[in-house]
């Protein structure tokens, strides 16, 4: 059974950065993708970075596109997602996810079947 924990979330000023963690237990060793989804109150999730472990592949809104990155660790149980250069409209909750989805649907947050409780990213200006 896989299960995620994110950590690292905070109040920041605009500008700023912040490094978001989730540690897996239960992942296979290849053939997943872990996430990264962001949701404020009354929208939906919100697509942010992805990380295929085939290939090591990563994937990004085009909102957060050379301010944040997403990588794992050489232990491969930890990812994690920098975030640098925080707007006002980078505050939301941030979820991460794992799941099989194909490439096109990458992108989509019902093809993830595990998710992590979240932690708040607030941003002020």
């Known amino acids: 059974q896989v299960q995620l924990v994110e950590s690292g979330g905070g109040l920041v000023q605009a500008g700023a950065s912040l490094r978001l963690s989730c540690v897996a237990s239960?992942?296979?060793?290849?053939?997943?993708?872990v996430a990264w989804f962001r949701q404020t109150p009354g929208k939906e999730r919100e697509f942010v970075a992805a990380?295929?472990?085939?290939?090591?592949?990563?994937y990004y809104a085009d909102s957060v596109k050379g301010r944040f990155t997403v990588s794992r660790d050489n232990a491969k149980s930890t990812f994690a997602l920098q975030m640098n250069s925080l707007k006002p409209e980078d505050t939301a909750r941030y979820y991460c996810?794992?799941?099989?989805?194909?490439?096109?649907?990458?992108?989509?947050?019902?093809?993830?079947?595990?998710w992590g409780q979240g932690t708040q990213v607030t941003v002020s200006s």
């Open positions: 996810a794992a799941g099989v989805p194909i490439l096109s649907a990458i992108r989509s947050a019902p093809v993830y079947r595990t």
């Open positions: 239960g992942l296979s060793n290849s053939g997943y993708t």
């Open positions: 990380f295929r472990s085939n290939g090591g592949y990563t």
